[in-house]
């Protein structure tokens, strides 16, 4: 596995993501509540796993690429990771 890069979620994705995953991850981002209390946001790490990039935010949530390039989102609890 190589290892990416690491950004904060909400934040614009780095040029190396890309751009099936980073239309995934900024739909993972729409979707995340804003915390009223101004915790900081969890993170994004991008990895290569056998030549297929994969981001996994801190919380565990995982996208992934389909064999035509679409966004795959998951969880590592769900056991397909």
Known sequence: MQLG????SGEEPPRAVPE???R???EV?????VDPLGQPRERWTLTWLEGRPIAELDS???VT???SGEPVVSHDDDGEM
Request: cysteine-free.
């Open 60 to 62: 565990g949530v995982i």
């Open 65 to 67: 690429l389909d064999d």
């Open 20 to 22: 099936g995953l980073a």
């Open 24 to 26: 995934g991850v900024r």
């Open 5 to 8: 890069t690491r950004w904060t």
């Open 29 to 33: 981002d729409a979707a995340l509540p």
